[in-house]
């Protein structure tokens, strides 16, 4: 099941392994996201089965980020507005944070700072990316965060919080992960999406974002983009200049579309002025 390159601690594998079988939700949002022909009153009938997804999906739509005119009342509206992607990006991250139910403390936030950035991440590549590459990485720059809360959890459970939260204060939080668990957030995630046999793709092109050397080629490009999609939309502290230079950084150093970026991200900037006013 595992990457056999990868050595992971034994402690880890138990917690993949423990983790419940996916909700008949989530199972149901995969299969629709696999068809070829896809048809908004059957995402619809999956969704509004699920109370706690819809008042998230509301949530979401109706927030800055996407500074839609009127309020959003309607799932319908939502999912119109937001385009079935971006909602099946919602959908998956709220149902598999309803199964990692952990605090995030030993990063010093919370879970909806995680939401919120995660929002910001996938919402960066809908603005950012165009055509097949769009479709195929607004899901996982809105999940490939997901491994923190498995880290988290571990950290706690070893004693190690202050320890971390310090660490974090002077040091890059891959490094930092690293250090105390031997994994990164996102290579923990790409274990998990195997465990549960969740988009294999998906779990590919995730492995290796805080590896990029080790990256195989055929999903390298997607892969740097998630990195620079994850440095710019850093959870601990999203969108701030520090993170959005690094990741103009990477971006020019990865060959990709660095003029688009920058107006991708001006505009996401320029919506969340308005949440501050």
Not at 237 to 243: H, K, R
């Amino acid at each position: 099941m595992y990457d056999k390159s990868v050595e992971v601690d034994q402690s880890i594998i138990d917690k993949i392994d423990s983790l419940p079988p996916l909700p008949k939700t989530v199972i149901e949002i995969e299969e629709f996201r696999q068809k070829k022909s896809k048809e908004l009153d059957d995402l619809l009938d999956i969704i509004n089965k699920d109370a706690l997804l819809v008042a998230t999906l509301l949530k979401v739509s109706n927030s800055a980020i996407f500074c839609f005119k009127s309020k959003i009342e309607t799932v319908r509206k939502a999912v119109n507005l937001l385009g079935i992607e971006f909602t099946i990006s919602i959908a998956m991250s709220s149902a598999l944070q309803n199964i990692l139910k952990t605090n995030l403390f030993p990063y010093g936030i919370h879970s909806n700072d995680f939401m919120r950035a995660s929002n910001l991440s996938s919402r960066l590549a809908q603005l950012w990316l165009k055509g097949e590459v769009r479709n195929e990485l607004v899901l996982p720059a809105f999940l490939q965060e997901t491994g923190m809360f498995i880290l988290a959890e571990i950290i706690d459970e070893r004693g190690q919080t202050n320890d971390f939260v310090k660490a974090l204060q002077t040091g890059d939080r891959t490094e930092v992960e690293l250090q105390y668990t031997g994994l990164t957030s996102t290579k923990l995630t790409s274990l998990i999406f195997q465990k549960w046999k969740l988009c294999s793709y998906m779990s590919h092109v995730i492995a290796c974002v805080d590896d990029i050397a080790h990256c195989n080629v055929a999903y390298l490009k997607y892969t740097q983009t998630l990195h620079v999609l994850k440095t710019i939309c850093e959870v601990t502290d999203p969108l701030s200049e520090e993170n959005i230079e690094k990741g103009l950084i990477k971006a020019s150093e990865f060959n990709l579309d660095v003029d688009a970026l920058k107006k991708a991200i001006v505009k996401l900037q320029d919506d969340l002025l308005e949440e501050d006013d």
